[in-house]
């Protein structure tokens, strides 16, 4: 009996399926990084289990992250190449985009990669068209209004130059722009 309350840093095979599991039902709703299963895992883990150690913890998580690995569940490329092409259909800038993919974890040059060939005007378009600036404007331009979406593309992570570019285009041109879609391959 005083042997079962001496914990080891070794998780017990309970433990494991536990996190097995858990790993299981968390893939199966949506694709996370690497970061958010080891975390997620982490977190669960101190809750389920009383008393157990950092080296358990840390244990159970690693063997979740190497579990969806070897199942194909987690690629952080995928995610960083989905989240890249969401984030600019979505309207956000390659900087608002890679800040984001970092902040879940994944590695600067992954995201660096991942960013690479996405699109800033086909976004700033985007943008444009869901907060009605430039082309889709419904009143007249004035000072106020001119500064006020400059300062939203630039707060989005837009440069100066791209935001001018999109409030200078007419109405042709940007749903023209919109219908081609993102250009890939630059």
């Known amino acids: 009996m005083e042997e079962d309350i001496i914990t080891s840093d070794t998780p017990t095979p309970r433990m494991f399926s536990w996190a097995r599991n858990s790993t299981i039902y ?41 579990f969806a690995y070897d199942n194909g569940a987690l690629d952080d490329v995928a995610f960083a190449e989905m989240g890249t092409r969401s984030g600019m259909r979505g309207g956000r800038s390659k900087r608002a985009i890679a800040q984001k993919l970092t902040q879940k974890g994944i590695a600067r040059d992954t995201v660096a990669e991942a960013v690479a060939d996405a699109d800033d005007l086909y976004a700033a378009v ?29 707060r989005g992570g837009f440069s100066f130059e791209i935001g001018k570019r999109v409030l200078q285009m007419s109405l042709d041109e940007a749903q023209e722009r919109l219908a081609e879609g993102p250009a890939t391959g630059r």
Request: charge should be positive.
């Open 126 to 154: 985007v943008l444009a068209r869901k907060r009605a600036f430039g082309p889709f404007r419904r009143h007249e331009l004035n000072d106020k209004i001119k500064a006020k979406e400059m300062s939203a593309f630039a």
């Open 26 to 66: 968390r893939i199966e709703r949506r694709m996370h990084t690497e970061k958010q299963l080891f975390d997620a895992i982490s977190r669960k883990a101190r809750q389920k289990f009383e008393g157990i150690t950092d080296a358990q913890v840390k244990a159970l998580a690693e063997s979740a992250v190497k």
